[in-house]
Structures are given as C-alpha cells and as structure tokens.
C-alpha cells in the first residue's frame, strides 16, 4: 500500500519511519523546499490548493492523510473524489475551526469553558459585559502553539483586541481556573475499531509544549475516553486524534481537539508497546490497532529554537534523540527527547539531568 501524506514537516517524518516495517510506502505533498520527510519518500513542492502538485501525490498514493490543520478542507475533499482520505474533510473542518469544535462539544454535552462567536469588535464588547474577564480571544483558524491568541485581564486589554488579532473571525473564551493539562490520544479505524491512550499530563512555556508524561491509572481516564470516543464517532472519524483537556479538581473541561498524531503522543515511540504513528497508519490502512498502553515510565520534552548538546544528553541513561532535520530558530520544533526508566523515581533523576542540558529558545 502507498499513503500519501498532505505536509513534509516532522509528523509526516515520524509516520513514514513507523510505515516502513509495515510494508508501506509514503509520499509526500508540502509547500516548503526539502521539508524534512522528504527524507523519508518522495516530496512533491508545492501549496496544499495546487490541484497540478495534488495530481502528482495522488499517483503514489492509494490513500491519502494529513499531518497538521493547515491543509484546507477542500483540498482534502478533492482528494476524496479520487482516493480514501483520512480523517475526513468534514473532521477537519470542524477541527480546525473553534467555534465549530465548541459546538461539537456541547452538542455533545462535553463541558467546556463558556464560549462566544466574534465577527467583529461590538461583539466582543458584548461578549465582554455577559462573560466578563478574565478571558481568552482566539482566532477561531490557524492559530497553534499560543499563535493567534491574546489573554484579556482588563477592559483596556478588549478595546481593540479585534483589530490586533486580524479583524478575523474570533471565539471568546472564559479562562479556566485549571489545576494542570491533559490530553487524551484515540485512534479509530476505518472498520470502527477503538483504542485509546494513557492520559498525559501536558507542561507548556509561552504557549509551546514543554514537556509531556503519561500518567497510569488516572482516575479521570475513562471520562477522557468516552469524550473522544463520542467526538470520533460523531465525525465518523478514521485515524489518531488528540482531545487536550483542562483538569478542575475531579472534572474534565473540553479544550481543542486536534485530528492527527499530537505533539504530546511523541512519548509513544518508546514508551508503548505501539506508538501513536504506527497506529495512525494502521488506521488508515484499516489493520488491526495495536495496543496503547505505556510499557514503561517515560516521559517526553519538546527542543525548542535551539538544540543541547547531543552527546552529553545520549550519555543519560534511557534518553532517546529525534533530530527532524529542520533549521534552528527561535519558537520552532527542531526535535525532541524521549526518556523511559525502569521505575519512577529513576525516570525523575533522569529528567532532572535532561532538563539541566536543555535550551529552549521560545523567542
């Protein structure tokens, strides 16, 4: 089988190297020259709306699936009338949309954070009077790792909020008085078939994931997975996706979703007996899931801007180096590192040494 991937960056890289011992061949479709899964299969260069560059990845490709929001619904529906596509044009639509998204959830009656539409600055006016602060502006498309995003506190911080976002459409959001981050990975194949991961406990610095650990046993992970469960069959969903939830004291509150192999799932390629790559593509392929749970401690943390030095983290015991082949810069995910231990308290003295080495240039 040949999967076609609609984006080169790393999520594509790391789905590619869990196909090949599958037996699958990738391809790949992004607007940047020499995206770093090129590496890994063909590349075709070229925008993600370019139906010439489009026909190209089709003729290596029996499906077709996707590694970030940025790809456009439509390009996503035109690729169906050609070949399977998963998740869906209607998944991702609702996806990448909060204001969408947030419906979904409380149609659903998934508890969220008391939201509002924003088309332009009187709504936001009022949206401020009825919510009141402090709370959250958001453009409702686009905007990822705290891009897109502005915290109101104050009256004086609304009054031109909508111009400086974009005069875009936007979703208010009460702020969420939070104990910690979680999210929920689930993958469902093309024949209904469910599994779900641990919930992880998710740190962020400025709006990036920081750092990411699998917490076993937890008593809200069956909460969290009937959520996703419900989300993924509501969009007949097909494929990994995550659900990012806010922990109140014995609650979940809805976050986002995001429908594709998570940031905060890279843990699973050592850390499980199948991580979130090779399920994704299982799914896609429609092959028996493989199992989700954490076969030992671990824990995951993002190299951000700027990469430590390489030979003094491979020394710690159990630390494992992902290098995506991307240029350094400020705020950019240039890799990660996965560490795994054989009881807790090793993997926090381990992490404590990895965390001494890090360099994080957020920007």
């Known amino acids: 089988m040949r999967i076609g991937v609609i984006g080169g960056g790393q999520l594509g890289r790391m789905m590619a190297l869990a196909a090949v011992p599958l037996g699958i061949r990738m391809a790949f479709l992004d607007p940047a020259k020499g995206a770093c899964a090129g590496d890994l299969g063909p590349l075709v260069e070229g925008a993600y709306d370019d139906h010439y560059a489009i026909r190209e990845l089709l003729k290596m490709s029996d499906r077709v699936t996707f590694e970030f929001e940025s790809v456009p619904p439509k390009t996503v529906a035109f690729i169906a009338e050609q070949v399977p596509v998963y998740p869906s044009a209607r998944a991702l639509e609702t996806a990448r949309d909060r204001w969408l998204e947030k419906n979904l959830f409380q149609r659903l009656d998934i508890p969220t954070a008391p939201i509002a539409d924003i088309t332009d600055q009187a709504d936001l006016d009022r949206a401020l009077e009825r919510l009141g602060l402090p709370a959250i502006l958001k453009t409702r498309t686009l905007g990822y790792d ?22 875009v459409p936007l979703i208010y ?3 969420v008085e939070f104990d910690y981050e979680v ?7 093309a024949s209904a078939e469910l599994a779900f991961y641990p919930l ?5 610095r400025q709006g990036m994931l920081y750092r990411s650990q699998p917490l076993a046993d937890h008593p809200l992970q069956r909460l969290a997975e009937a959520a996703v469960g419900q989300v993924m069959a509501a969009l007949d969903y097909v494929g990994v996706l995550a659900f990012e939830f806010f922990v109140v004291g014995d609650r979940l509150l809805a976050n986002e979703i995001a429908p594709r192999v998570h940031n905060s799932g890279h843990w ?13 593509i299982r799914a896609v392929a429609d092959l028996p899931l493989g199992r989700c749970r954490a076969s030992q401690p671990v824990a995951m943390y993002n190299l951000i801007g700027a990469m430590p030095e390489r030979n003094a983290v491979m020394t710690i015991p159990g630390t494992h180096w992902h290098d995506y082949g991307k240029d350094p810069r400020p705020g950019r995910k240039i890799g990660h590192i996965t560490i795994t231990a054989p009881t807790d308290k090793q993997l926090e003295e381990r992490c404590r040494q990895v965390e001494t080495l890090l360099v994080n240039d957020l920007g």
Do not use: W
């Not at 999210?183 to 194949?189: D, M």
């Not at 992880?200 to 962020?204: D, G, P």
């Not at 390629?269 to 994704?280: A, D, L, R």
């Open 268 to 280: 699973t390629i050592e850390g499980s007996t199948c991580s979130q790559f090779e399920n994704h």
């Open 200 to 204: 992880v406990r998710n740190e962020h």
């Open 183 to 189: 999210s929920c990975i689930g993958v469902r194949s």
């Open 173 to 175: 959001e009460g702020f």
């Open 146 to 167: 705290g891009k897109g995003q502005k915290v109101l506190r104050t009256a004086d911080d609304a009054a031109d909020a909508f111009a400086e976002l974009g005069s």
